[in-house]
Nanobody, 111 residues
Framework: EVQLVESGGGLVQPGGSLRLSCAAS????????MSWVRQAPGKGLEWVSG???????WYADPMKGRFTISRDNAKNMVYLQMNSLKPEDTAVYYC?????RGQGTQVTVSS
């Protein structure tokens, strides 16, 4: 059973930073593409970033230069470092793979 558990969300001021973590289990993590998606209040799911098994990464345009995705295959963990956060980044952030996403972690950017 695929399990994804996100953590690291919280309240941060505009311009601040947060690091999200996702603990994965129940599948072969090292060969899996991992993604982060988010859902803002009243909006649909938005793809944020992805990382391949070889470490290659992709980002949605609004996140380029501000967010960094990474993975630790030894720990079955994927991370999302978010810098220069904006109020429009407020959302529930989910880790996703194989058509599954976790329960999410809330990120609120507000002064």
């Amino acid at each position: 059973e695929v399990q994804l558990v996100e953590s690291g969300g919280g309240l941060v001021q505009p311009g601040g930073s947060l690091r999200l973590s996702c603990a994965a289990s129940g599948f072969i993590f090292s060969t899996s593409v991992m993604s982060w998606v988010r859902q803002a209040p009243g909006k649909g799911l938005e793809w944020v970033s992805g990382i391949n098994s070889d470490g290659s990464t992709w980002y949605a345009d609004p996140m380029k230069g501000r967010f960094t995705i990474s993975r630790d295959n030894a720990k079955n963990m994927v991370y999302l470092q978010m810098n220069s956060l904006k109020p429009e980044d407020t959302a529930v952030y989910y880790c996703a793979t194989h058509g599954i996403r976790g329960q999410g972690t809330q990120v609120t950017v507000s002064s």
